[in-house]
């Protein structure tokens, strides 16, 4: 199964002129790499960027006939095309903006814009209906994990998918190809703290069943492994059988660690 590597590069860069130098060293160094390889360096690993909003665009354009695909952060609960939602960005914008898939429900929306379950179904069914991939983000806090409710949380949050389904059937046939679960511990995200690989290969277990009890077809869904992956630690996570890829926050604003973790679910994954 083909690996991801997602980078959410969340409020960075600062200025288009630093996204335009991220971007040109991204796609120089894997031009070169891939001379260097005779194999692309995307064979056995998807790349994936999500700028902030702003850039998203500007960010699509510059990766149009590159093999790296460019995502957003979030897309509009409120309405998939249009509307008077001052401050938000549709499904059909986003599209139209150039990207193909969207991150959903990261932990950083959850707490700061108090996003629920109605409004993340919401936003999943507008960009699912958009045709947008959603890069769907769960996990539990320092203060769940400490209390064992990790899975109990998960599994909460996991209803979204389930009620998704109740609501919109007919995408239970291709939901596979359109949905990727990121599990991410709050507590993991930016801290430099991570799970111990057993426990991350555990939680995705029970991912994986979980979403296949939905649905038999997603029983080939990618679950990735999002919080505090870097350079070193990238090759441990990728040896693991249950981890689909990464989502990649700090490191992936620096090429050179954002490419090492690449090449480790690459290599991994071959
Ligand atoms: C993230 O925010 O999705 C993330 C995983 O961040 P970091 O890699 O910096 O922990």
Same mark, same amino acid.
């Given at each position: 199964?083909?690996?991801?590597?997602?980078?959410?590069?969340?409020?960075?860069?600062?200025?288009?002129?630093?996204?335009?130098?991220?971007?040109?060293?991204?796609?120089?160094?894997?031009?070169?790499?891939?001379?260097?390889?005779?194999?692309?360096?995307?064979?056995?690993?998807?790349?994936?960027?999500?700028?902030?909003?702003?850039?998203?665009?500007?960010?699509?354009?510059?990766?149009?006939?590159?093999?790296?695909?460019?995502?957003?952060?979030?897309?509009?609960?409120?309405?998939?095309?249009?509307?008077?939602?001052?401050?938000?960005?549709? #499904?059909?914008?986003?599209?139209? &903006?150039?990207? /193909?898939?969207?991150?959903?429900?990261? %932990? =950083?929306?959850? $707490?700061? !814009?108090?996003?629920?379950?109605?409004?993340?179904?919401?936003?999943?069914?507008?960009?699912?209906?958009?045709?947008?991939?959603?890069?769907?983000?769960?996990?539990?806090?320092?203060?769940?994990?400490?209390?064992?409710?990790?899975?109990?949380?998960?599994?909460?949050?996991?209803?979204?998918?389930?009620?998704?389904?109740?609501?919109?059937?007919?995408?239970?046939?291709?939901?596979?190809?359109?949905?990727?679960? #990121?599990?991410?511990?709050?507590? &993991?995200?930016? /801290?430099?703290?991570?799970?111990?690989? %057993? =426990?991350?290969? $555990?939680? !995705?277990?029970?991912?994986?069943?979980?979403?296949?009890?939905?649905?038999?077809?997603?029983?080939?869904?990618?679950?990735?492994?999002?919080?505090?992956?870097?350079?070193?630690?990238?090759?441990?996570?990728?040896?693991?059988?249950?981890?689909?890829?990464?989502?990649?926050?700090?490191?992936?604003?620096?090429?050179?660690?954002?490419?090492?973790?690449?090449?480790?679910?690459?290599?991994?994954?071959?």
């Amino acid at each position: 199964m083909q690996a991801w590597v997602i980078g959410n590069w969340k409020q960075n860069p600062a200025t288009s002129h630093d996204v335009d130098l991220l971007l040109n060293d991204l796609l120089t160094t894997i031009d070169t790499k891939e001379q260097a390889d005779t194999e692309p360096s995307n064979s056995r690993c998807q790349l994936m960027v999500a700028p902030s909003c702003i850039h998203l665009a500007a960010v699509s354009a510059h990766l149009a006939g590159s093999s790296i695909l460019s995502a957003a952060q979030d897309v509009s609960a409120y309405s998939a095309s249009v509307g008077a939602y001052t401050g938000d960005c549709s #499904a059909q914008q986003i599209a139209d &903006a150039g990207a /193909t898939w969207t991150i959903l429900g990261h %932990s =950083e929306r959850r $707490q700061y !814009h108090n996003e629920s379950h109605d409004t993340l179904l919401q936003k999943m069914i507008h960009a699912l209906t958009q045709g947008l991939g959603v890069v769907f983000c769960i996990g539990e806090t320092q203060a769940q994990y400490d209390a064992k409710q990790t899975l109990e949380v998960i599994d909460a949050q996991l209803l979204v998918v389930k009620d998704l389904l109740a609501q919109q059937p007919e995408l239970i046939v291709s939901l596979s190809e359109h949905l990727i679960i #990121a599990y991410e511990p709050v507590w &993991a995200i930016g /801290t430099g703290k991570v799970p111990t690989v %057993s =426990e991350v290969s $555990q939680t !995705h277990q029970h991912i994986k069943q979980t979403v296949t009890g939905f649905a038999e077809s997603l029983k080939v869904m990618s679950v990735l492994y999002g919080g505090s992956v870097n350079a070193d630690n990238a090759d441990s996570f990728a040896a693991d059988s249950m981890i689909d890829g990464a989502l990649v926050g700090g490191a992936s604003l620096k090429v050179e660690s954002f490419l090492a973790i690449a090449n480790a679910f690459s290599q991994a994954k071959g």
